[in-house]
């Protein structure tokens, strides 16, 4: 079992950054790729990015190098760092940890942490 635990979201005006953290339990965070996902009120959940247990990284079409990813294993935590923030940014962001996943199916990864929120004001 993997528990994911989200931070860092808030209030943010438009063109301003945010780094979001997810802290994981379990001794096995390095064997994982860690996801970020969000979903907007009544919108689908939408792949923000990923990063495999080696560092590489994958991203949605979106996001257009504004956002990065890493880890840090020793720590058990993955970050996400998103700058140059829109008001379509505005969603409620989650971590997830999977093994052989589809990084951009969310019913591909195995473990959710509960959220945070961020919103982008114009």
């Known amino acids: 079992q993997v528990q994911l635990v989200e931070s860092g979201g808030g209030l943010v005006q438009a063109g301003g950054s945010l780094r979001l953290s997810c802290v994981a339990s379990?001794?096995?965070?390095?064997?994982?790729?860690m996801g970020w996902f969000r979903q907007a009120p009544g919108k689908e959940r939408e792949f923000v990015g990923a990063i495999t247990w080696s560092g590489s990284t994958n991203y949605g079409d979106f996001v257009k190098d504004r956002f990065t990813i890493s880890r840090d294993n020793a720590k058990n935590t993955v970050y996400l760092q998103m700058n140059s923030l829109k008001p379509e940014d505005t969603a409620a962001y989650y971590c997830a940890a999977g093994r052989n996943i589809y990084y951009e199916d969310p019913s591909s990864w195995n473990y959710w942490g509960k959220g945070t929120r961020v919103t982008v004001s114009s």
């Open positions: 379990g001794r096995t965070f390095s064997s994982y790729a």
